[in-house]
């Protein structure tokens, strides 16, 4: 595993052409560094030659520290009045060093420890980051430990811990501060709240706090620290869908560096339980990295690397936020499977849990509002009350192990997206149920739905799921769900003595930016083929093509309808 780290960060920096590269230098060197990209390029550049890689790049390189080394540790601007609001970052130009300090140090010893640089050059390097003053030099930070600046403080925290492990930081009250500041947004499974809940950031900003530990911190928040974060460990095992990915939901989801925290997390855990003992919960999530990785890699084979889940040219911003751009947000996938291959221990070996262990649902906090559900090959993941900026409520995702995890549903479709697109979604959609009343439809995936999960059964073949569904109209529905290796079961069921027509709603994924998928639709059976795949929806009622198409960060999908009175049945199977 710890090569495979190590040719994926090769892989990934290879999207940078030599061309890039000098472009990169030309603009920091007349704008200074604004942003954490250059940095993170930087810090991967010197990781690979220090491991033998990318030689060619070793001139480039040297200019791009030296800029590093200068530009970092001058002081920073402070950001404005409300540092936690996620927009903030947008709208700022001088921001980078919480982020890429620890970057560069995890670069500088790496190096130290190779002979392609000689020691007078190191040494100089890292006089220069030895005069960091952290107060100064970070953008946001926490001043007292009741001081909520959010995820901000977490990689502060890293960096600074860093600079102290290299011995050239100060061992002061800095990274304390940060660290007790971030106690207070763990909830009762030990997930991390951000602002608005997104998932890549209860997990980013764990890793971060990982990273500080995993440096040496020995003050007085480590225990309860770490054990916030050996429980959110263990519950993230039960987040990660089958192909291998953390759970939709929020911003800056659907890039590959979600999975690469991943794996760095479950490595870390993976020697927790290895050193207590645990060889089976060890390799439990060695496994589980295994599979973090891997389902990275499947977007690595392609000619040109995408660093979001599509395939569309990296200038369109398809599924990017404004700050989410190509030259930032590929390198930060390299930057985590570091922290990954820093972590892990190859003598752990992978292990699957027994066909009863595997089976579960899980539910998060109401904070998170997520439910997952797995049963053999088979994932599905319900939003319960979205942020719909990114995602809506209902059935957001079916995944199915060894499968493109696009070519059912992957997550939800907005209908006010805070990430470029490129149509218009006409409604906030799931796989989900509505009605049609006063000549529009009103969809259990709009705002205001309600869910209550009034009952759940896990066997050793299947999982069972039921919710009472009120629309925001007042309209009931039980909506039973049904998990198993044939595949998910749905059904719609109307609650109360009244006659309506149920009208399920199924997107059938058509494109993902260059590749098209074949759609068949034959009465009740409707059939999408997508890189050897095949996704088939078999309904109860004769199903038609509403001719509408949406989009989310994957691609766009078509979306097709199924009614009846009553009751709707829906058999979803991927093979």
């Known amino acids: 595993m710890k090569s ?56 480039l390189f040297v200019q791009m520290m030296d800029i590093c080394c200068k530009d970092i540790p001058t002081t920073r601007e402070r950001f404005p009045e409300n540092p936690s609001d996620p927009s903030a970052q947008e709208n700022f130009t001088r921001v980078g060093n919480d982020f890429s300090v620890r970057e560069l140090i995890c670069c500088l010893l790496a190096l130290e420890e190779s002979n392609v640089f000689s020691t007078e050059k190191i040494t100089y390097w890292k ?115 089958v192909t291998g990915e953390i759970p939709f939901g929020g911003r800056s989801n659907q890039f590959l560096h979600n999975e690469a925290v991943l794996a760095a997390m479950c490595e870390y855990e993976a020697v927790r339980h290895y050193k207590k003992g645990d060889l089976k919960l060890a390799g439990r999530f060695k496994h589980a990295a295994k599979l973090a990785a891997d389902s990275i890699a499947t977007y690595l084979d392609s000619e040109q690397l995408p660093h979001v889940k599509n ?70 993941e319900y939003e319960t009350n979205a ?47 509505g009605i049609y009343e006063e000549d529009k439809f009103i969809l259990s995936s709009d705002p205001g739905t309600k869910y209550v999960l009034v009952n759940k059964e896990v066997t050793e073949t299947a999982a069972t799921m039921e919710w009472q569904v009120t629309l925001n109209n007042g309209f009931q529905v039980l909506d039973k769900c049904v998990v198993s290796d044939e595949g998910v079961i749905l059904s719609f069921e109307q609650l109360g003595e009244a006659s309506n027509i149920i009208y399920g709603m199924l997107p059938a994924f058509e494109t993902d930016g260059v590749e098209k998928s074949t759609i068949r639709i034959n009465k009740h059976n409707l059939e999408i083929t997508y890189k050897g795949h095949k996704c088939r929806y078999s309904a109860t009622a004769e199903m038609q093509d509403t001719g509408k198409v949406y989009a989310n960060r994957n691609g766009h999908y078509r979306l097709f309808m199924a009614q009846s009175n009553r009751k709707l049945g829906v058999h979803v199977q991927i093979e």
Request: hydrophobic share 35%; charged share 25%; glycine share 6%.
């Open 387 to 433: 942020d719909f900026h990114y995602d809506s409520n209902g059935l957001g995702r079916i995944h199915k192990k060894g499968a493109p995890s696009s070519i059912c549903l992957s997550l939800p479709f907005t209908k006010t997206p805070k990430y470029d697109v490129d149509i218009e979604n006409r409604s906030d959609l799931s796989i989900c149920f």
């Open 4 to 59: 495979q780290y190590i040719d994926m960060m090769e892989r990934i920096v290879e999207a940078y052409s030599t061309e890039d590269i000098q472009n990169y230098i030309s603009e920091v060197t007349e704008n200074g560094i604004t942003e954490h990209g250059f940095g993170r390029l930087t810090a991967n550049i010197g990781i690979l030659l220090a491991h033998g890689k990318c030689l060619h790049l070793q001139e």
């Open 127 to 241: 006089r220069l980051f030895q005069t960091i003053n952290p107060y100064t030099c970070y953008a946001v930070i926490a001043k007292s430990p009741s001081d909520r600046v959010h995820n901000w403080a977490a990689f502060g925290a890293a960096s600074e811990q860093a600079r102290v492990f290299a011995g050239i930081g100060n061992k002061s009250e800095f990274v304390g501060t940060q660290l007790a500041s971030q106690i207070p947004s763990f909830d009762e499974k030990g997930m991390y709240r951000d602002p608005e809940e997104p998932m890549v950031y209860d997990l980013t900003t764990r890793l971060q706090l990982t990273v500080a530990l995993y440096f040496g911190y020995d003050g007085p928040y480590k225990d309860e620290l770490d054990r916030h974060l050996e429980l959110g460990g263990l519950n993230t095992l039960f987040m990660q869908s």
């Open 311 to 380: 395939y569309y040219p990296k200038d369109s911003f398809y599924g990017c936020e404004k700050y989410a751009y190509y030259k930032k947000y590929m390198v930060t996938t390299a930057s985590f499977l570091y922290l990954a291959y820093l972590f892990a221990d190859d003598e752990i070996m992978p292990e699957c849990s027994s066909a009863k262990e595997e089976n579960y649902i899980f539910e998060t906090t109401p904070y998170f509002h997520k439910t997952m559900c797995k049963a053999g090959d088979y994932f599905v």
